[in-house]
């Protein structure tokens, strides 16, 4: 084996790549999302050996057991050095759109008909759940993330389909008596080629257009949170208006009870005070006169102290502008 493949195996490297031979022999790397493949092919005993390193473990399906199967299926062309190429490629092929298409186009639809921005929508709606936009737009972009890898993962298969067609088997390092042989089996698959790439050809377009359709539709979702959040705000700045409405009038009640308090407190004091059985007052009740002369100016007093007090800054402005009035007037200079 190559050192060269080693390099690609620690560094998990993705793609196809082919080391010439030389002091080693013709190496191949094929790197994936759920594994890499490492092989080599002796053309005297037509012997591949290989190792596989799961590049996800745990995962419930990587697609192995589907290039396990065409090369069941292909075991006849066992001759020809390019088998194990031509079942990967099938296998990732055939992996990838068992795990994308049906899950990615149908959760498209669904969210698209919800929204009612699509072909088979129920017709829009007034209000959305910021926190259902939030996870449809999770689901697509996690959607268009399937659709990238899926993509590029043609191109890996595209490169080694090229590979396998640009590069003839050279029948000289074979032996004399199987030439004929793997030069059928090469020629059986390579016929196989075209109508994979036709394939692959049709999964791409495909591939693209959903891809914008789930574009489109993340835009859309974009669009509606900013209006649904903006909505939001709005209807929080409603509430805040009447909250503050709502407290001006409480603070107007409390201002009247405070004022009618005062008003009938002094009164209401010096009633209680001179009730007292101290006080002798007589049955003719001649000093009635006293609780007038108490609660009157008492009363006064209170609400001109409350008025000044809530007014200090009006009063304190006030008295300064006097001041200074007086003091320009005192030194002759022009009032302003």
């Known amino acids: ?22 002091i080693y022999r013709e190496t191949f790397f094929l790197g994936t999302s759920p594994y890499a493949l490492v092989w080599t092919f002796d053309p005297f005993t037509l012997c591949t050996q290989g190792i596989c390193i799961i ?4 995962s419930p399906d990587c697609g192995l057991d589907i290039v396990t199967d065409m090369l069941e299926k292909h075991r006849e062309y066992v001759y020809t050095p390019v088998l194990l190429a031509y079942s990967i490629c099938l296998g990732l092929n055939i ?10 186009l149908s959760y498209v639809r669904d969210v698209e008909r919800s929204t009612g921005y699509g072909p088979d929508s129920l017709g829009l709606r007034r209000h959305y759940d910021i926190d259902e936009l939030t996870t449809w737009i999770q689901g697509v972009g996690s959607s268009l993330n399937s659709m990238a890898n899926h993509l590029r993962h043609l191109r890996i298969v595209e490169s080694l389909l090229e590979y396998i067609e640009g590069n ?27 109508p994979l790439k036709n394939r692959i050809h049709a999964t791409r377009e495909y591939l693209r257009y959903l891809e914008k359709r789930a574009e489109r539709l993340s835009s859309t979702l974009f669009a509606l949170l900013t209006h649904e959040d903006a909505a939001a705000g709005a209807r929080l700045a409603e509430s805040n208006t ?17 004022i009618m308090t005062m008003a009938f407190l002094p009164g209401t004091f010096f009633a209680a005070l001179l009730a007292i059985p101290s006080f002798d007052w007589g049955p003719a009740r001649e000093r009635f006169w006293v609780y007038w002369a108490l609660t009157i100016p008492t009363t006064v007093l209170v609400l001109v102290v409350w008025g000044l007090l809530i007014n200090r800054r009006r009063v304190a402005e006030r008295l300064s502008i006097g001041k200074k009035s007086e003091q320009d007037s005192r030194s002759g200079s022009p009032t302003p």
């Open 168 to 194: 003839p088997v050279c029948l000289d390092s074979f032996p004399p008596g199987t030439h004929r042989r793997v030069e059928e089996d090469t020629s059986q698959l390579i016929a196989g080629i075209p």
């Open 242 to 258: 009447k909250i503050a409405a709502a407290t001006k009038r409480d603070s107007s009640s409390m201002k009247t009870v405070a």
């Open 55 to 58: 590049r996800a473990p745990g």
């Open 95 to 104: 992996f990838w759109e068992k795990n994308l298409h049906p899950g990615e």
């Open 1 to 22: 084996m190559h050192p060269g493949a080693l390099h690609l195996i620690e560094h998990q490297y993705d793609g196809f790549h082919c080391f010439q031979r030389g």
